[in-house]
Every structure is written in C-alpha cells, then in structure tokens.
C-alpha cells in the first residue's frame, strides 16, 4: 500500500458530511455540471444559469432528475433549496448569493461538496501563476514513484466528476483557485501547495489583501498531521507542518539557484536535467520537489519526473516553427505577472500578442521587459487600447483588435530567428469561452500559417 493510500484508509470517514439538500447549482459551466449530477445522487436538485443552456446539457441534467432553469439569476428558487453550491464564475456578491446568505442558507461550491465525498488524498496547488505546471508537475512525480495520480480541479476536469470513478487509493491532485478556495467552508487537503503571490483578480476580489486572504484560506483547516507548503517568508495559517522553499541563500528547506535544486543543502538536481524551460518553470519545479520530498516520495522518482516532464497545453507551448519563426502559446497566461515571466524566458527578437478582458492594475509594468526584449507588441480584445497607452513610447504597438488580424501581422513581419508569443495578460471571456478555446485557436492559425 503507498503511502497516500495508507493515509486514505486510516483516515476513512473522516470529512464531514454534504450539507443538507434541497441544493441550488448556480452556473452551469463544467465546475456546475459536475456539482449538479453529483448531488443528483443524494436528493432534489435545482440548476440555473443565467444564460441559455445547451439542449444535451439539459437532456443530461434531466436524465439525472436536476430541474434545470436557464436564463435566471436563481433568486426566485432560494425558497425551495437549504444548500446552494455556485461556481467559482459567480461572484459572492451576486443577486443570488447574497439572498442566499440573507436567508440563512448554506452557500458553499463544488470543490468543497466533491472533497467531502471523496476519500482519497488530496494535494491541493494554489497561486498567482504556476499553479496548473505545477498540478501535472506533482501528478507526474507521484506516477514516477507508483503512485495512480490523477490532476483535478480547475487544471480541467472537476473534482467532483471525480467522484465514483477513480481508487480510493488515487492521490488526486487539485488545482484550486481564489474563486473556488473562497467557497470552501470545511476544505482541508492533505498536502496544501503555494506555489507564488502576486497581483491577480482585483476586479473580482477587490484589492489585493482580499485576493491573498483568500488563497491563504488554503491552508486555513489543515490539522497537525497535513503539509504546508509555501514560499519562504509566508506565513499561512492552520496547524500544519510547514516546509519552505526560496532562492539560494534564503534558508528555506529547498532552495533554487541557476545550479539546480537543493533539499536540506544536499543537491537534488542541476538546472540542466530539469526539462522546463524558464527561470519561473524553477519555482515551479522547486515547489512540486519540496512538496514530494516533504511527503516521502523517493528521490529517485522526483528527479526521473524533473527530467521528462516538459510543461502543459497553453504555458509556453511551442506550437510550431514557419520560416524559421518560433511560435509559442501561452494562452493560460491571464494576469501581467505571468506575461513578464514569458517574456524573461526569451533573449529577445519577440513579437508579443497580449489583450483580451482586463483585470485591472493596468499594463505600465510591462514596459521594461517589452522595451528590452520585444520587436512589437499586436494588441487584442477589449484591453487593447489600455495596452497601447500604457506601453506608449517602450515599444512599438499595433491595435489589431482580433487574434487572427493580430497572427497575420506578426508573422508578415517577424524573420527567423524571432518568436511570436502569445501571451495575453488578460482574460479570455471577451472574444473566447476560455483560455483554453484562445489557446486553439492560435494553434489553428499557425497551422494554417504552416500549410501555405
């Protein structure tokens, strides 16, 4: 029996149970539909969105006894239900949500609903950026020591479709964020991960102590015997044990340099044999490392998982090469701070496409690296012109509105040699239905800018 599995047969029924039903699902997207069907299984449910819903959505949803309501906010169902579980697009101080919590009712979401039905353990990853690298980065870790790892949450598929269809003995290892942890009420993963702090989601949260108060909520139920992990110098709340990591000389029980990844001083591997690329893909590594080590994984795998593991769909994706072009998406970077770690993983010579839903906080930070490194940068989406005035005078901009008017342009003037990347420092929900669909469709482009 491993080690996660053994935790997983002592503990048993240890997490609380559902809260009571009848439910309300509020959203109706991946995260919801999952909610619904699970909790289908364990009494009445009612399911809204506020926009239409899909006609095979709602046959699905029928099929599994949810009355489905689209196009409703849910208020006027608040009457019927105890528990609303929303997803982590709604906000909390929505219509719905703040009725909810007016008349007393339990609100909470599907991360927290599928963790207390579930029995396996659970490495929980949370952070600014690096968050979903670092989930496949620990899931590849635990197959490498023999672990049946499997990758969840908000890295793809819901935790709760999870539930009935994977081993107990499965360590499941989630990526949780702000949205989804600020839901949770009893939430206490195993193994909780900070992989960063930095400024994200003013617009939803806003400022930036409510975004960091509620990624620390992470940590916040953990008992004695869980692990926190976080960059040295956070303090996170919760009963924990706590192991660090940081930068060479900072004390901390990992530490990174250019020479590779340190374990209590002793060398766990150089630079050169860890397979990401980018000095932000080292914190990345060096938080999955300090998390295995900590948990008791052999070094042996961790270091086998380091070499092999080259990164996910949408972060630093190289997608293709066209006239000795390097063309790069990283789709999933959706705030400015992770736009700069892109950039910082090229010399120069690059062609950047950013833009899309603003978050807030602006573009003004970019101008050093984008002045150092870039050829030009091709504005999209609905940031557009708030990238042109804040990058005015570092570097050339083009206002190209669309992505494919942008590709099409950068790739007229970019020579071998140059990269043309897509990172957006923005959100997608202007011009795509997710970073996923933007990420697509720019791999599209460049194919068909390969096939001419």
Known sequence: MTADASDAARRGGGRPPL??????????????????????????????????????????????????????????????????????????????????????????????????????????????????????????????????????????????????????????????????????????????????????????????????????????????????????????????????????????????????????????VERAAIALRGRHNLENAAAATVAALAAGVPLEAVRAALAEFRGVPHRLEEVGRVGGVLYVNDSKATNVASTERALESFAGGIHLIAGGRPKGGGFRSLRTLVGERCRCVYAIGEAAEEIARDLDGAVAVEVCGTLERAVALASERAVADEVVLLSPACASFDQFRDFEERGERFRALVAALGSR
């Open 19 to 268: 809260p009571p039903g009848p439910y309300l699902v509020v959203g109706l997207g991946r995260s919801g539909r999952a909610a619904a069907l699970l909790l289908a299984r364990h009494g009445r449910v009612l399911a809204c969105d506020t926009g239409p819903v899909a006609a095979d959505l709602a046959a699905e949803l029928g099929r599994a006894g949810v009355e489905v309501h689209a196009e409703t906010s849910g208020v006027e169902l608040l009457e019927a239900v105890r528990t609303v579980v929303k997803s982590p697009g709604v906000p909390r101080d929505s219509e719905v949500v703040s009725a909810a919590l007016a008349h007393g009712l339990t609100v909470t979401g599907e991360l927290e609903i599928a963790w207390r039905s579930l029995p396996n353990v659970v490495w929980a990853v949370t952070g600014t950026n690096g968050k979903t690298t670092t989930v496949e980065l620990v899931a590849a870790i635990l197959r490498a020591a023999g672990e049946p790892a499997v990758a969840a949450g908000n890295v793809g598929t819901p935790l709760a479709a999870l539930v009935g269809q994977v081993d107990a003995a499965a360590p499941l290892v989630v990526e949780a964020s702000s949205f989804q942890i600020e839901d949770a009420l009893a939430f206490a993963p195993e193994r909780a991960v900070l992989v960063n702090l930095g400024v994200d989601h003013i617009d939803r949260h806003g400022s930036v102590d409510a975004y960091h108060r509620a990624k620390l909520r992470l940590f916040a139920n953990q008992t004695a015997d869980a692990l926190a992990v976080a960059p040295v110098g956070i303090a996170v709340p919760g009963d924990a044990r706590r192991v660090a990591f940081g930068p060479a000389g900072s004390g901390a029980e990992l530490e990174f340099s250019d020479a590779g990844l340190f374990y209590k001083g002793d060398l766990v």
